[in-house]
Nanobody, 121 residues
Framework: QVQLVESGGGLVQAGGSLRLSCVASGSYFRIMLLGWYRQAPGKQRELVAHITTSSSTNYADSVKERFIISRDNAKNTVYLQMNSLKPEDTAVYYC???????????????WGQGTQVTVSS
């Protein structure tokens, strides 16, 4: 079981920046993929960015060139630096992890509780 705790959300004006953090803990063999998703009111949850153990990254087109995902494997932490924020970035942001319980075992998906990001115009 993996517990994910996010922090860093809040209210910011358009054009501003925020940095989200997510710390993973619990009982697992290895965390494979870490990522950030978001869900705006009335919309489906969508991928924002994810990062592999070797720090390969993937971003949604809507956040490319503005957001940067990174991870510190020693601290079991993933970050999302959000720059040039727009009102349409307003959403609940969820941390996600894919982790295995044993060597060569299947990967399971885990979610954090979410943190609100609100961008005012």
């Amino acid at each position: 079981q993996v517990q994910l705790v996010e922090s860093g959300g809040g209210l910011v004006q358009a054009g501003g920046s925020l940095r989200l953090s997510c710390v993973a803990s619990g009982s697992y063999f290895r965390i494979m993929l870490l990522g950030w998703y978001r869900q705006a009111p009335g919309k489906q949850r969508e991928l924002v960015a994810h990062i592999t153990t070797s720090s390969s990254t993937n971003y949604a087109d809507s956040v490319k060139e503005r957001f940067i995902i990174s991870r510190d494997n020693a601290k079991n932490t993933v970050y999302l630096q959000m720059n040039s924020l727009k009102p349409e970035d307003t959403a609940v942001y969820y941390c996600a992890a894919q982790a295995t319980k044993r060597q060569n075992g299947p990967a399971y998906q885990y979610w954090g509780q979410g943190t609100q990001v609100t961008v005012s115009s």
